[in-house]
C-alpha cells in the first residue's frame, strides 16, 4: 500500500498574502564563553533590515542543558528587547535525534498584547547545539515578532 500524492490548488497568490510589517530578525553574531570556576555566558547579537542591532545576554552555571538553556535566553532577551510588547519565557529547550540529525527544539511562552501565545522552534544542529538553540529561539519568534511594528 503506497501514499498517492495529489497535486494541490495554490493557497493563494502572492498579492493576496499578507505582508509581515517587520522584517526578520536574523543572527548577526554569537559569543558563547565557558569560565574556569564553571560559569557560562551567552551574547546574541540580531539585526533586521533598517534597524539597529539588538544584544541579549544571560549566563548560568555550566552543564550540557544549562548551555542550551542559556544560549536560547540570550537570544529571547535579544528578541524582546527588538518587538516592543512581546514578552517571553523560555519553557524549555531539548535535544533529540531525528532522522538520523540532532535537533534543538525550543518551548516558548509569548505575550503579545494580552494573549498568551505557545510558540515551538526547531532546527538541526549544524555547528554546535548551544548556536542551535539560538537558532530555535529565532524560529519559534519570528513569525510573532515579524507582526509586531517598531515604535
Known amino acids: 500500500m503506497g501514499i498517492n500524492v495529489m497535486p494541490s490548488e495554490p493557497c493563494g497568490t ?13 543572527l548577526s553574531d554569537y559569543r558563547f564563553t565557558r569560565t574556569p570556576a564553571g560559569v557560562c555566558r551567552a551574547e546574541v547579537v540580531l539585526t533586521a533590515q533598517g534597524r539597529e542591532p539588538v544584544r541579549g545576554c544571560a549566563e548560568a552555571s555550566a552543564s550540557a542543558a ?3 538553556r542559556v544560549a536560547a535566553e540570550a537570544a529571547l532577551r535579544a528578541i524582546e528587547c527588538s518587538c516592543n510588547g512581546v ?3 523560555l519553557l524549555g529547550v531539548k535535544c533529540m535525534r531525528a532522522f538520523d540529525a540532532m535537533l534543538v527544539i525550543v518551548a ?12 515551538l522552534g526547531c532546527v538541526q544542529m549544524h555547528d554546535t547545539l548551544d548556536r542551535a538553540a539560538v537558532l530555535a529561539a529565532l524560529d519559534a519568534t519570528n513569525r510573532v515578532c515579524a507582526l509586531v511594528p517598531t515604535q
Open 66 to 68: 544549562g548551555e542550551l
Open 87 to 89: 514578552r517571553l519565557e
Open 14 to 26: 502572492p498579492e493576496s498574502a499578507p505582508a509581515a510589517a517587520e522584517p526578520r530578525l536574523i
Open 108 to 119: 516558548v511562552a509569548a505575550r503579545r498584547n494580552d494573549t498568551p501565545l505557545r510558540l
